[in-house]
Nanobody, 125 residues
Framework: QVQLVESGGGLVQPGGSLRLSCAAS????????MGWFRQAPGKEREFVAA????????QYADSAKGRFTISRDNAKHTVYLRMNNLKPEDTAVYYC??????????????????WGQGTQVTVSS
């Protein structure tokens, strides 16, 4: 019954910005880790960013650090990914993911339990 739905993807020029949103519904605990992953054609799904249950612990991939910001609003059951200074190599399908209840910060893909269907981000001139 848990559902994660991403939105906000699209076509943007290099140097531009996008904000992705992920709306959660169903029996998912807010005391969990939420994360963003991405997958480019021919590549494996890779970690982008994660945020723990209260927003006090955050981890970014090196490629995202300094450009992307993850946040969550538990009252709205929504997690966000703000992406600035986008580059062509950021082009991918971006997936929202969540874990079972935990107060830990989870970054390993295999330890996420819920996944959205993804939203396409294309960075091109």
């Amino acid at each position: 019954q848990v559902q994660l739905v991403e939105s906000g993807g699209g076509l943007v020029q290099p140097g531009g910005s996008l904000r992705l949103s992920c709306a959660a519904s169903g029996r998912i605990s807010s005391t969990n880790t939420m994360g963003w992953f991405r997958q480019a054609p021919g590549k494996e799904r890779e970690f982008v960013a994660a945020i723990d249950w209260d927003g006090r612990s955050i981890q970014y991939a090196d490629s995202a650090k300094g450009r992307f910001t993850i946040s969550r609003d538990n009252a709205k059951h929504t997690v966000y990914l703000r992406m600035n200074n986008l580059k062509p190599e950021d082009t991918a399908v971006y997936y929202c993911a969540g874990t079972f209840p935990t107060e830990a910060l989870i970054v390993e893909r295999a330890n996420y339990n819920y996944w959205g269907q993804g939203t396409q981000v294309t960075v091109s001139s």
